[in-house]
């Protein structure tokens, strides 16, 4: 499974991108937002320090301005693709960006359906909202399962995103269920290699280490 970061703080970009693991990175109005700078230009840092798939999303609630702003996005760099909601225009959209062969990620996915549409439509991407549906007292991982059942029915090659990850568990069940690619923010990212007992092991190793180095230097 790929590991997007789902995020446009460049800080927390270079960090994941340092592990050595980072696939790609998705971006919404909201992430950009609350870095204040200019929504391209943030855009084109992004790009710059990661060459995997960067998504940025359209505002405009009409096929021909999607259609618009997407041919703006593009320009920035050769990996962006373009961020597009699961709506009617957005399938019209993405008809017309795939077929000029535009990369999109169909974004706000909730539903089977929804899912199944954007594919054929001739979506790159579709992207599952887990954390949103918990949110609302629905199972967010089924999503997850029977997108991917749906998708093996008929051999489709839209890659699942999960996205709106909240904890490493949802990263965890994606991975069992297939989701292409798992777009994780920072925090949840930071949390993924962590383990007490792998603490607590490195400790009583390099105790028992010095101990060693002690009673050597004593003989
Ligand atoms: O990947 C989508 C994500 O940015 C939404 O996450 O936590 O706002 O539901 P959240």
New binding site residues.
Partial sequence: MKLFI?TANIEEIEKANSYGVLDGV?T?P??LSKEGAEPLSQLKKICSIVKGPVSAEVTSLEAKGMVKEAGELSEISSNIVIKVPSTVEGLKATKELSDAGIKTNL?LCFSPSQALLVAKAGAAYV?P?V??LD?VSTDGMQLIEDIRLIYDNYNIATQI?A????HPIHFLESARMGADVA?V?FSVIEKLMNHPLTDIGIRRFLDDWAKLKTGLEKK
């Fill in positions: 789902d998705t919404n909201t992430l974004t992207s909202f954390g949103r949110d995103i996205a709106s990850v909240r777009t923010p």
